[in-house]
């Protein structure tokens, strides 16, 4: 999803979703005051160092946005543009994760493999995850769907539709 998006592109676009500015002096004083884009920031140049050989400065930058945000994205997971993290606390997004553009995250989701299952899942563009939701299994999440807050999903959600409960069931289709 993101590799034909340069590092400068990326950032872009993730701040003007935390903050809805651009530009050098808006990314300094958002790494600073928000704390999803500062998260999101660190495990860019995190990404970008491991991509450029740089592995075990990657690791200890990628390690220390651990400890200090509590939000878990691995190095390998492929995560588009605008990525909006509003809580980014107790979020974990597995290593084969594909996130499409302008995606949002609440605090406290998982997004992984489920148990027996090699593969990860496919998140595309406009999704917003609520607070809780678990997303796990080789599942794709269409465009514009909404996760209610502690919903579990485990199975292919069309586009623009709502999902809620556990097990997730559409409740309705965005207009």
Not at 20 to 34: I, K, N, P, T, Y
Not at 110 to 116: D, E, P, S, W
Request: with cysteine; net charge positive; proline share 5%.
């Amino acid at each position: 999803m993101n590799a034909s998006v340069g590092f400068r592109s990326l950032v872009a676009a993730d701040l003007l979703r935390a903050t809805g500015r651009c530009g050098l002096r808006g990314v300094l004083a958002a790494a600073v005051f928000e704390p999803g884009f500062g998260t999101l920031l660190l495990h860019r140049v995190s990404v970008l160092l491991d991509r450029a050989r740089f592995q075990r400065t990657a690791k200890l930058l990628w390690r220390l946005n651990v400890l200090g945000s509590g939000c878990h994205i691995h190095l390998s997971s492929d995560i588009g543009p605008g990525l909006k993290l509003p809580h980014p606390i107790g979020i974990v997004i597995g290593e084969g994760c594909r996130i499409g553009a302008g995606v949002t995250v609440f605090q406290h989701v998982t997004i992984g493999r489920a148990l027996m299952e090699g593969a990860y899942p496919l998140i595309e563009d406009g999704v917003t995850l609520f607070p809780g939701a678990v997303v796990v299994g080789a599942i794709t999440l269409g465009a514009g769907v909404i996760v209610g807050a502690n919903s579990v999903v485990r199975h292919d959600v069309p586009a623009a539709a709502v999902v809620a409960g556990n097990p997730a069931k559409v409740l309705r289709y965005a207009n």
